[in-house]
């Protein structure tokens, strides 16, 4: 699992906006939406499907 999620920002986020949160993944796997929702997250949108391939990473550009 990544160790650049900063996850705990959604809590600020929540918290600042007053406005529901949501996590969008590009990980394949389930613990971080997992992790997303026990932190608040009430949206969560995951990419890492038959297509996943097709999308570029940072380093890619």
């Known amino acids: 699992m990544p160790n650049d999620l900063n996850l705990k ?12 949160v949501g996590y969008l993944d590009h990980i394949i796997g389930i ?3 997992i992790l997303a929702v026990t932190l608040g997250v009430q949206i969560i949108r995951n990419m ?3 297509d996943h ?9």
Do not use: C, D, H, W
Request: aromatic share 8%; no cysteine.
């Open 53 to 61: 391939s097709t999308f570029l990473q940072l380093n890619e550009l």
């Open 9 to 20: 920002a959604m809590e600020i986020m929540k918290e600042v906006f007053k406005l529901l």
């Open 48 to 50: 890492a499907g038959p």
């Open 31 to 33: 613990e971080v939406p």
